[in-house]
């Protein structure tokens, strides 16, 4: 497992924490600090520490879950790093799942106008997802993700046995993207994704999927184009993850929320761009298989639709899904009618 | 007056309001909004509005004045375009001086990742300084411009006309800037200001210091050497100026800071970089003919220096300057002590 070169930066798979700890030493910054949120340090930050015994930094922790990927810890943090006197050639360590790399990496970015930061992902879908395609960003108002930028940061580590903490339902989350990056471009890894025992997604096939989202974000850096196809089974199923933040007590994750995105959207691809409706089927069969039916509150599908108008993604009124010809084949940019994108919530709920 | 070409983007003098409809016609934005504060939506919009008759756009208008330079009205416009469904292809017109360029530059660089935006500037300040660099940012903490991004508008549109509604302590401000372009890089400009009626500053001359800044900023995007030039004055000014924020009931304007950072830091020149008594007693004589004396704390000169150390252009713990070797031609990266700085205060407070 070679360094993957993404957009002007390395993500490494080998011995990544030991690679982190070369590129510190061989780096002229002036001040390391490591952010965190209260359960990265204590599973992530220990393995980090013994090979940092040394050099100095210092620590930043925040608290943990999407509830604090918000504009008021960015300022908690943006103030320590005043308080610290972080300079322009200060490195911020983003070690944790998407929202501290996510956030950290916003914080980063507008920090006097932008310093540097690597991000060590420590759950699967960071892994898999987060680490390539220099998304930073955090939400507001409960919408996911409106605030942000496009920075890349200038590494990756990913050290796979950072999974091994990782409590089931966060495996799944990750599992979620890894299934799109094999319904999008490549049936063979869709394959070798069903037939794996997936309690804990090899190094391989992790790494497999971060090669397949690598290609994508290089050949469209800026979300213009193709890098749309990232987004098969998120039009529906990031509505459906802010309405479960909204309203649920055990909200959803993200994964499992995509994982009824991937559903609905392929229900529409069948309906729309030619998916079969044996590949449907299957499709659905493994999805189902893997992740927990979710109580779609049908009477309340219209909140649903208006969350995606408000996506991001969109221009105008449209709504734009990306949907799928075949396994391992899709098609950007197709409008769906709010009709048939209730159709599709009920195809779901009826399953 | 030809444009002038900025950092892919152009910057227009002539029927410049004009210029911005033919902009905005010619474009392919779904929606347009204009962002002004309560000031500039009685003296500048007016002028825009009957040009842009039978035309879409939303007004947002935010509190003037540099104590709303912040992340809550931030906020408060982040919401306000999510409300009015701006989508990744809405255009921002920032309508204002430099708090509105500033602040409205960081909303659209960070709305869903970035939209457009482009600038019109109404003060004579934000004309001259802030029309060019890319730099965008709100305070923090009472910290200027500590959270931003390098990010260029798609235009600039200055029309001279909206100076004559403009305070003279507004336009003295902005002459700051002007004559620091003279001192830095064209001892004939500074003579011609010096020659000049200053209570409203003619177009040729206000085109003349954006001609100065592009020149500095083109050959030095991200500030890593050359454009570290336009701080001269900056180091002590930004000091003084966030003290007086906090501390003067009536505080200084940017341009009455930097006036005074800039009769220090010629002290410092003097002492340090070859700059001449001669030359020296000029632009005190001029600077302390044009601004009022500013009544310096002495014994408060130590939360000053704080501010310094903290300021986002240092390095570790060093305290950079921009000094003079003559007037016409700097150095940068003047390394001061505290104890020079201090020196230059008691210079300052002695005349
Ligand atoms: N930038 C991108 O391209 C991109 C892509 C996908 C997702 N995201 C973002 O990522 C976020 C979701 O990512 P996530 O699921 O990693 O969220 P997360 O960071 O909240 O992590 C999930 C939970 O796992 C914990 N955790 C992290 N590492 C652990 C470990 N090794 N062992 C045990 N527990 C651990 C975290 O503390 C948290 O409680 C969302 O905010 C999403 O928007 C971003
Ligand atoms: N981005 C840059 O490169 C850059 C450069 C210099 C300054 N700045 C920033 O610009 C800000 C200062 O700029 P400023 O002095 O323009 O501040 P400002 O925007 O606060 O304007 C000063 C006052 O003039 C009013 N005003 C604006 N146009 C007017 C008009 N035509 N007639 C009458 N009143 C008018 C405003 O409402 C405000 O009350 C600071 O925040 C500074 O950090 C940025
Ligand atoms: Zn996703
Ligand atoms: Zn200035």
Redo the contacts with the bound molecule.
Sequence with gaps: MNNINSIGYEISFQNSLNQLISFIDNSSYTKFFILT????TV??LPALEVRLVGRTYDLIEVS???EC?NLDFCIGVWKMLIDFNADRKSLLINL???????MGGFIASTYKRGIDFVNV???L??QV??S??G???VDLDSI??IIGTFTQPKAVFIAHE??S???ER?IL??LA?MLKHGLIKDQAYWNDLKNSDLSLPSAELVYRSVEIKNEVVIADPHEKGIRKALNFGHTVGHAVETFSLDNDKRSL??GEAIAIGMVCESWLSCKKSGLSQNELDEIVGVLMRLYPKYNLQLERADEIITLMRKDKKNEGNKINCTLLVSIGNCLIDQICSEDELRESLEFYAGL
């Design positions: 949120d209260e359960i990265t599973h992530c943990a879950g999407e990927k944790g799942g998407g929202v501290v790399t996510d992902p420590t759950t879908l960071s997802d987060a390539v395609g998304k930073t960003g996911k993700n950072y999974l903490t990782l409590p966060q989350s990750g993207e994750t993200h």
